[in-house]
């Protein structure tokens, strides 16, 4: 294509044959070894691996290249203790009441409940913001698919994570408005994910589940 003003050539190393066979399944079973993670070690993971991580984040598509996301990253022992104690305060309404049978009983299997310990344990927490508007000279300028792009990140940000060796969990208390509060953030960011990061425990257990298998996830129209 002649260069057209601002454009650049796109350059990138590409694969065929066996070769693209080979990466694709190999990449397929790395993934597949990624677990949500409940069960944290202390271990520290250093603030440059955070950064790093994030920036991986950060490489995601947006709408109309906003990027519309802010990553909070926390390790200070005081607010990640403000953090679960906030958490725990929604989670304990979330459990006995405001989340019906249905939605407990699918919870079974996870053995999860309004106590998390994660929160202070994990060496970090990353908090993911979407800023659903930015604010130049005073005015509003909308983003664009903020949850798409957002999501995107965060599915990148726990690709990166897993690609380090290290485990997360995407985790929701609901609602989350606390997290603005305690991380002073500004009125266009709302909380999105609340994700600790670190090393598993030793003795770190992961429910017995499956994935769906392709038949069940795929159609292809040829
Ligand atoms: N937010 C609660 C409940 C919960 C909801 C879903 I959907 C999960 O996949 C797991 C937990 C909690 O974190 O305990």
């Known amino acids: 294509m002649d260069s057209e003003k601002g454009f650049i050539p796109f350059k990138r190393t590409s694969f065929e044959g066996?070769?693209?066979k080979k990466r694709v399944q190999e990449f397929y079973?790395?993934?597949d070894q990624r677990r949500s993670l409940r069960d944290f070690s202390d271990k520290p993971v250093p603030k440059a691996v955070i950064e790093n991580i994030i920036m991986a984040a950060s490489t995601a598509p947006s709408g109309a290249n906003k990027q519309p996301w802010t990553f909070c990253a926390i390790s200070s022992r005081e607010i990640k203790k403000q953090i679960r104690e906030a958490a725990e305060k929604e989670e304990f309404v979330n459990y006995h009441g405001r989340m019906s049978d249905s939605w407990l009983e699918d919870l079974k299997k996870f053995g999860t409940n309004e106590i998390k310990p994660f929160l202070e344990i994990a060496p970090w927490i990353i908090v993911v913001f979407k800023r659903s508007y930015e604010e130049e000279n005073n005015e509003k300028k909308n983003n664009y698919y903020v949850s798409e792009?957002?999501?995107?990140?965060?599915?990148?940000?726990?690709?990166?994570?897993h690609h380090a060796g290290l485990v997360a969990l995407t985790h929701t208390p609901s609602p989350m408005n606390f997290l603005s509060k305690v991380l002073n953030r500004p009125k266009n960011e709302k909380p999105f994910l609340l994700i600790p990061v670190g090393y598993p425990a030793e003795d770190a257990l992961v429910p017995d589940i499956t994935r769906k298998s392709k038949d069940e996830v795929i159609v292809f129209y040829e």
């Open 29 to 31: 079973q790395f993934m």
């Open 18 to 20: 066996e070769e693209l």
């Open 149 to 161: 792009s957002v999501g995107l990140a965060s599915g990148f940000l726990l690709a990166a994570i």
